[in-house]
Nanobody, 123 residues
Framework: QVQLVESGGGLVQAGGSLRLSCAAS????????MGWFRQAPGKERNRVAS????????YDADSVKGRFTISRDNHANTVYLQMNSMQPEDTAMFYC????????????????WGQGTQVTVSS
């Protein structure tokens, strides 16, 4: 079992930055692919970025490339999402997911989810 707790969300003005954290409990964190997803009201949950157990990371959506950075600290059992140059369209609930040694591209691969943290960007 893996439990995930997200934090770091909040209200930020356009152009500002936030860093989300996802703390994981349980064993073998370093063997899990970790992903950040976001879900706006009335829309599907979509992948933002994921980072594999090997450390390689990928980003979905051209809109976040160059602005968002995913990283992990296996000693702290934590994955981060640094978000810069934020825009109102980034407003969503952000979720952290974990999947054991998966590619990380598909929502269905993730076995565990956090409760989410709300991010709101004002114009």
């Amino acid at each position: 079992q893996v439990q995930l707790v997200e934090s770091g969300g909040g209200l930020v003005q356009a152009g500002g930055s936030l860093r989300l954290s996802c703390a994981a409990s349980g064993r073998a964190f370093s063997s899990y692919t970790m992903g950040w997803f976001r879900q706006a009201p009335g829309k599907e949950r979509n992948r933002v970025a994921s980072i594999r157990w090997s450390g390689s990371s990928t980003y979905d959506a051209d809109s976040v490339k160059g602005r968002f950075t995913i990283s992990r600290d296996n000693h702290a059992n934590t994955v981060y999402l640094q978000m810069n140059s934020m825009q109102p369209e980034d407003t969503a609930m952000f979720y952290c997911g974990a999947g054991y040694r998966v590619s990380g591209y598909r929502l269905s691969e993730y076995e565990y989810w956090g409760q989410g943290t709300q991010v709101t960007v004002s114009s």
